[in-house]
């Protein structure tokens, strides 16, 4: 999955901090955007710095009210309570407790990351 990032260290961080990413190679260039890949098991995050001018295009820029096309899920052992402290801390948002809901075996509940992008963390029913 790619996220684009106004703030590719803090988003970077954000992502290691709540979810246990590990960093698996960083680019820095003068003349290509900047990026991170990120992994965690078989997963994949690659984080691409945006330029103020691509995220002020409206393909871009994220405002948490629009509509979203895709939405990282991460599957999680711990309490719901841990991550919803970790987002916090890190500067993300996550829904109260009185906003989770049960869907598929699965106690659900959603966040928002420092960047505006949502995402949805699943912890198995016992």
Known sequence: MIL??????????????VFGFAISEVFYSLRASNYARLRRGEAELLLVEAEDADMADSRNKRVVS??????????????????RAK???????????????????YQVCE??????????VRRPLR
């Open 4 to 17: 684009y990032a106004q703030d590719l260290e803090g988003l970077k961080n954000f992502y290691r901090q």
């Open 66 to 83: 629009e509509p979203i096309c895709c939405r990282p899920v991460f599957l999680i052992e711990e309490p719901m309570a841990d991550y």
């Open 87 to 105: 987002t916090i801390k890190c500067g993300g948002s996550f829904d109260p407790d009185h906003k989770e809901w049960e869907d598929l075996g």
């Open 111 to 120: 966040g928002i990351d420092i960047e505006g992008n949502i995402f949805e």
